[in-house]
């Protein structure tokens, strides 16, 4: 356990949420941009909430730990913490782990400095609510999975979009390439992926995860959802080969892009010539407005952030770009 006043500093990667072709069950955490947090345990006086957030950038987050997704995480994890028998089974097996902590005297102090812009469609709410129960385990010793940690971070996207999903909780806590096979029981596999860069481009328009899921149609065609399968599985399998011309031609998305790209203005443009400079392929990230398209050298990368700011210069919306990697390593902690 780490002492009490003692800050921990943490970094919490943006995420692309369903891969194109895998809505709702796949994603991938980036090296930039990434939010930074400060967390640490201290005393608290009685009355005083167990959550305090500070937040110290201009977007005028909510600061009730129930309102702020990173508080809604952080609660569901203090209750499973302080039920009884989650301490024994955290601690039972383990004689030199002391010090538990008693949340009614003790709580948690949370400074969240967002670089990455909430609504953006690049896991702005989850890097939040990942970044602030990785922090957290750290300093109570690591007492939790990281498959608890998801869970915990699951009850921050409930408050920002609705429901509990995981699908960029589980690439910022894991790193990497992840699938979540299902949500109730959890159970999220990390997959390999061979080095690829990664463009993203975010208009600066407002696209609501409400309304990018009230469009959606209820039904699939059968004919679709075999395409979209066959697509699922030749991305995890074109991942895991390291084959990228199978990973290029599996980026394809029958069932939800079509529905979803009338909200972002010039996509249709912006794919075909994305594609034209040499992107393996890309779609929209999470609900939007992002914008994505994966490449296997950097080079291109960097061609498909040109054309990109060309198609955004040219509509005159304003926008901002960025030539990142994967990142493999998750939620990192500086202590
Ligand atoms: P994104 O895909 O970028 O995460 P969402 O629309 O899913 O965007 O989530 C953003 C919503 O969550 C906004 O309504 C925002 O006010 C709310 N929110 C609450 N706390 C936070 C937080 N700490 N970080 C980001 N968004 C938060």
């Not at 500070?54 to 913490?81: C, F, Q, R, S």
């Not at 679709?224 to 031609?249: P, S, T």
């Not at 972002?264 to 393996?280: H, Q, R, Y």
Request: hydrophobic share 45%; charged share 20%; proline share 4%.
């Amino acid at each position: 356990m780490v002492p009490l006043n003692q800050w921990i500093k943490i970094k919490a990667p943006a995420t692309v949420a369903n891969m194109v072709c895998g809505f709702d069950i796949l994603g991938f955490a980036v090296n930039n941009p990434y939010d930074e947090m400060e967390m640490r345990l201290v005393n608290r006086a009685a009355g005083q909430a167990s959550i305090t957030i500070i937040n110290i950038d201009d977007y005028n987050l909510p600061t009730d730990p129930e309102k702020n997704v990173a508080g809604a995480a952080l609660l569901a994890m203090i209750e499973e913490y302080t039920a009884n028998s989650i301490i024994e089974k955290s601690f039972a097996d383990d004689a030199t782990q002391t010090g538990l902590v008693d949340f009614s005297t003790i709580g948690f102090e949370v400074k969240i400095n967002k670089l990455i812009k909430p609504g953006s469609g690049v896991g702005s709410s989850a890097a939040s609510s990942a970044g602030a129960v990785v922090g957290a385990n750290y300093l109570l010793g690591n007492p939790f999975t990281k498959d608890d940690l998801v869970r915990f971070a699951m009850n921050g996207e409930k408050v920002a979009s609705g429901v509990k999903h995981a699908d960029n909780i589980a690439p910022c806590i894991h790193g990497g390439v992840t699938l979540v096979r299902s949500i109730f029981p959890l159970e999220v596999i990390a997959l390999p992926s061979p080095t690829l860069f990664v463009t993203i481009v975010h208009p600066q328009i407002e696209v609501r995860t409400a309304d990018a899921r009230s469009i959606l149609k209820q039904n699939v065609q059968l004919k679709d959802a075999i395409k979209q399968w066959g697509n699922i599985a030749g991305l995890v399998a074109g991942l895991m080969k390291g084959d990228y011309d199978l990973i290029g031609r599996s980026l394809e998305d029958v069932i939800i892009e079509p529905v979803r790209s009338i909200l972002i203005p010039g996509f249709d443009d912006l794919k075909k010539a994305c594609k034209a400079a040499g992107a393996l392929g890309g779609g929209i990230s999470g609900s939007g407005p992002s914008i994505f398209f994966l490449s296997k050298e950097k080079e291109t990368a960097i061609a498909v952030e040109k054309e990109m700011k060309k198609l955004y210069e040219g509509l005159e919306l304003a926008h901002h770009t960025y030539v990142t990697t994967i990142n493999q390593t998750g939620v990192e902690i500086e202590a």
